[in-house]
């Protein structure tokens, strides 16, 4: 038998975090604990842990502190971390992205979708760990062939080769959910849910690259992809025809998966926002992630939060650059969190005749 992960829950109210350990226990996990943010960080100092549950509002430090301060550490930055969110936490979300969590579970906890997110979140962490080894052992055997002048060159001028400086870079930002995954983590095994999201992903961040898109990490149902380096309706049309792409080849993959068909939903928002890579560097290995931050990518998340199985809304600016070449639906202006004034909420139908 293979060591048992170790996952690090950290709450300040006694009940969750002994419903948790119950759970966990029963489930052939180790649990460890923590009140708040601070005790957390030095629990992780200690144990290495193998996983975070964090909540988010607690004494002394918050959940998004700490996760912060996590990733923001060399040591720390490629352990996952699983914000605990309210039913309609949106705004934890936005705030959890922002801060670097790998996922995010709903509160009150669902027993399957717990384990459908531990699982899939420390599969993943033990393939990547397994990758990272595996080429760095590559990477040291030609690093052997490399002049002392290119690494100095590299060390010296990070931004060329790595372009981790962020920017202010007009974009669109698309955000991509399943609808119903809790629903799904009570029909299926967790390992068939595990395959089934894996394969119709692998297809959609497909579409994506071959749109021009970049994509954010991914977060257990859903995703976050940014399209730019064009002009600015040219990547707000490629992402509306990326994003109808995806709810058509959802239907093409649900003719083989008629038994439990997935359906998405969508938010899309164009405008100025902070945008760059950035090299998450640990102990355990090397990752890049591709980060938007700002009101546009607020309220690409907001409508998203908002949208039905198989719709695609979108905020004004957007619809203002496409030009007429969609049939659109005007809901109406609707009040959205933390945005100060109504926002015009639009759905796109699908293109013109003349335009698809």
């Given at each position: 038998m293979g060591k048992r992960s170790k996952i690090l829950i950290v709450d300040d109210e006694p009940f969750n975090v002994d419903y948790l350990e119950q759970e966990l226990g029963d489930l052939g996990y180790e649990t460890i604990s923590a009140a708040n943010g601070r005790e957390a960080l030095e629990k992780v100092a200690a144990e290495a842990p193998d996983l975070i549950l964090l909540d988010v509002m607690m004494p002394i430090m918050d959940g998004f502190?700490?996760?912060?301060?996590?990733?923001?550490?060399?040591?720390?930055r490629l352990l996952p971390v699983v914000i605990m969110t309210s039913l309609d936490g949106i705004e934890d979300r936005i705030k959890g992205i922002e801060a670097g969590a790998d996922d995010f579970l709903t509160k009150p906890v669902n027993e399957r979708e717990l384990r459908a997110r531990i699982q899939t979140t420390l599969k993943l962490k033990h393939t990547v760990d397994g990758r990272i080894n595996e080429f760095r052992r590559v990477t040291d055997?030609?690093?052997?062939?490399?002049?002392?002048?290119?690494?100095?060159?590299?060390?010296?001028?990070?931004e060329a080769p790595?372009?981790?400086?962020?920017?202010?870079?007009?974009?669109?930002?698309?955000?991509?959910?399943?609808?119903?995954?809790?629903?799904?983590?009570?029909?299926?095994?967790?390992?068939?849910?595990?395959?089934?999201?894996?394969?119709?992903?692998?297809?959609?961040?497909?579409?994506?690259?071959?749109?021009?898109?970049?994509?954010?990490?991914?977060?257990?149902?859903?995703?976050?992809?940014?399209?730019?380096?064009m002009a600015q309706h040219t990547?707000?049309?490629?992402?509306?025809?990326?994003?109808?792409?995806?709810?058509?080849?959802?239907?093409?993959?649900?003719?083989?998966?008629?038994?439990?068909?997935?359906?998405?939903?969508?938010?899309?928002?164009?405008?100025?926002?902070?945008?760059?890579?950035?090299?998450?560097?640990?102990?355990?290995?090397?990752?890049w992630t591709f980060t938007a931050n700002g009101p546009v990518t607020n309220l690409a998340a907001r409508l998203a939060g908002i949208a039905q199985a198989g719709q695609l809304l979108v905020g004004p600016e957007t619809v203002r650059r496409l030009g007429g070449r969609y049939r659109l639906k005007n809901l109406g202006r609707e009040?959205?969190?933390?945005?100060?004034?109504?926002?015009?909420?639009?759905?796109?139908?699908?293109?013109?005749?003349?335009?698809?």
């Open positions: 502190t700490a996760c912060r301060i996590l990733k923001g550490n060399e040591e720390t055997h030609f690093a052997k062939f490399v002049p002392e002048v290119v690494k100095h060159i590299v060390a010296t001028n990070p790595e372009l981790s400086e962020k920017r202010e870079q007009d974009v669109s930002v698309l955000f991509v959910d399943i609808s119903g995954y809790t629903r799904l983590s009570e029909q299926l095994p967790l390992e068939a849910l595990n395959k089934l999201v894996e394969h119709y992903f692998s297809v959609f961040l497909d579409r994506i690259h071959e749109a021009g898109g970049d994509i954010n990490e991914t977060a257990g149902d859903g995703f976050m992809a940014v399209f730019e380096d990547h707000a049309i490629k992402a509306v025809d990326t994003a109808l792409a995806l709810l058509a080849v959802t239907e093409t993959l649900n003719q083989d998966n008629s038994e439990h068909p997935l359906a998405i939903h969508m938010g899309l928002n164009s405008g100025t926002a902070l945008v760059g890579s950035t090299r998450l560097e640990g102990l355990r290995g090397t990752r009040h959205l969190k933390n945005i100060a004034e109504a926002i015009e909420i639009y759905r796109i139908l699908g293109p013109f005749p003349e335009h698809a």
